[in-house]
């Protein structure tokens, strides 16, 4: 039964398995096994981190749209290629602990597919660089439950930063 705010009640069995199919991805982004991370995107997955622009906190609604990231699944497997190798973004290679919490549910009009809103904070530590970095914001989520198990098909990430102090960013949010 869907809450009367539209979220999937934390008892559902359903919510159950969409907490446990962000952990296990968080398990994967900080262990580096970026290759199986490929395997839960859907085939027509997006992947945007859009920057902010304005003091009021909001995201850009200019016609010029500026993104930290903007991949479907053939660019993020160049992306995971390209970190397989001595890419001078991730050398030394990011140690990275993502938390994931507040993790809402809601159903959609399209069966088997869940909009999923969640708090993200990711502590990035490379080498002996200090400080380390932390990026804080929200993902906003679309999972589809398919024969073959919980698949990404959109992730946007809105940081809480306005500006990213880091000399590159090189890690998945």
Known sequence: MIAPN?????????????????????????TRRFSEWLDLMAEDVTYRVPLRHDAKRELGTSTTRLDW????????????????TDAYAENP????????TNIRVRGTSTPNEFDVASNLLVHRNRGRRNPADVFCGERQDLLRNTDVGWRLARRTVILDQDVIGTGSLGIFL
């Open 93 to 100: 290679a990011s140690q990275t602990r993502h938390m994931i």
């Open 6 to 30: 539209g979220l999937l009640p934390i008892s559902h069995p359903l919510y159950a398995e969409i907490v446990q199919f962000l952990y296990y991805e968080a398990e994967i982004l900080d």
């Open 69 to 84: 990231f903007d991949d479907d699944l053939a660019s993020l497997k160049l992306r995971v290629a390209r970190l397989a």
